[in-house]
Nanobody, 130 residues
């Protein structure tokens, strides 16, 4: 089983920044660096939505239009960790943020659908006050 643990969430004023981390662990027969990683979020009363993803190589990054230019996804394969740097936060960014691992190694699909991911973390709450 893959275990994903998110951290870094909290309460921040609009315009502020947060850095989320997601550490992968567990004996799952996978090499972390062979798999793309993604961040999704779910706001109260809304469906889970794609936020950002990074390819297995780290060279490809993908963002939802709503966060493009404000959020940056990165990964440190030596630490089995993926990060989401969130700047210029807005109240509409308030949500629980989840990280996930893609189902297939060396995947080159859209990276934006939750169906492309099979392991998920428990989430970390981000609240942006106005």
């Amino acid at each position: 089983q893959v275990q994903l643990v998110e951290s870094g969430g909290g309460l921040v004023q609009a315009g502020g920044s947060l850095r989320l981390s997601c550490a992968a662990s567990g004996r799952y027969g996978r090499t972390f660096s062979d798999y793309g990683m993604g961040w999704f979020r779910q706001a109260p009363g809304k469906e889970r939505e794609f936020v950002a993803a990074i390819s297995w190589s780290g060279y490809g990054t993908y963002y939802a239009d709503s966060v493009k230019g404000r959020f940056t996804i990165s990964r440190d394969n030596a630490k089995n960790t993926v990060y989401l740097q969130m700047n210029s936060l807005k109240p509409e960014d308030t949500a629980i943020y989840y990280c996930a691992v893609e189902r297939r190694a060396y995947y080159s699909g859209s990276h934006r659908s939750s169906n492309e991911y099979d392991y998920w973390g428990q989430g970390t709450r981000v609240t942006v006050s106005s």
